[in-house]
């Protein structure tokens, strides 16, 4: 018998296949849906090394399903604590070093976007702390932890730095290119930030210190030919019966209108061939913790939609969006040699396409985990 969570599943994407669905009372109430999301089931997605089990769940309001059998897939500048050079562009501000290829600045405005899209993940995955569930068990007990490309600015409410506070018999190490934590206020006695790029040298951490290793939207920090090195690095420090824990949104929106589709695949050209970046990372990361022969490999994927159509978390995810492409304009105007006002136009019109109603567009934000052999 399918749950009640699958039966909110489109047909085609529901895990257990069936000809029939059944009405559920929360259907005529959108706004009870996006209070309550569907539930993540965990367990059921526990499967042994190198077969993966997607569990496809959805924050998609409950009345949009019967209409959407076409969905394919329902988817402060601080006084700086390291010594650390800035440019600006375009009234952002960037970490400035050749040797950090990461495009997207570290002001506050984009540390304000990765805090709101850090609670949109929780409100999806449901979850304060979106870990392996082995390892929620252990983070009482004391274990340590490293969080890869954490950001530079940590506040209360950062993932990592939430759980510093509820879990104070562990310990908590974070690495990021830059920190732009002030200097003169103490972090937690259990957490440390150390300066650090990955793709530069390995991480500075002897082999098997960690219990648990977590990366979260790393998308665009690192080439596609880095992505196995920085998971290979990840692994070393990991010890054996310790895990890997990745989350990424797939960066394609689905469904956007025919100018945002346009508009969206530009961009991904423009990411791929000028710094060979994969937005669709999401996607591959099976195949990337496969090849890293880890064991209990778990894939989940959540959709969020983007737009009202969505009710709040759609509005909030929209906001998300259109915030991300303001980031990236600095640099993805010189890549694509084309001028602020072309951009601008050309966002313009996927947000138009967006704001008509006519289409539903979600993203698929992914969890992806394995064991240490
Ligand atoms: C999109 S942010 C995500 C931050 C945080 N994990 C979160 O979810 O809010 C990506 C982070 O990766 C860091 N980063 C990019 N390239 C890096 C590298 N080569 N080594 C270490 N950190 C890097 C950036 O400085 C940035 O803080």
Redesign the pocket.
Known sequence: MASTADKKVPKHLQPLKRKHTHKKKVESSPAAVTAAPPRVHEEENRVPATISNHHINTLIPNHFYNASNDINQIFNDHSASSPQLFRWTKGRRF?SSQN???P?P?DQT??DR??V??YI?RWAFESRHITPPPIKKRLFEGINVL??????GLWVG??IIDMAEDFKKSTFDA????SLLPTDQPTSDNFNLTC?????APLPFESGTFDYVQ????????KMD?WPL?LAEMKRVTKSGGYIQL?EPDMYPQQLGPEGELWRDQIHNALRDQRGYEPRIACHLERLVTELDLEDITVKYVSVPVGSWGLDIGHLWEQNFDAFLESARPFLVEKMQITNATYQANTKKLKEELKSGEFKAFNNIYVVYGRVK
């Not at 690495?175 to 830059?178: A, G, Q, S």
């Not at 650090?196 to 530069?200: C, I, K, L, P, Q």
């Not at 990366?215 to 690192?222: D, E, H, K, T």
Request: charged share 15%; hydrophobic share 40%; glycine share 4%.
């Open positions: 970490v950090v290829p990461y997207l570290n984009e540390l990765h805090r899209q850090f993940v969080d890869v490309g954490c950001g530079p950062h993932p690495v990021d290119i830059c650090h790029n990955v793709t530069e990366q979260v939207m790393a998308a665009i920090s690192y880095d920085v989350i």
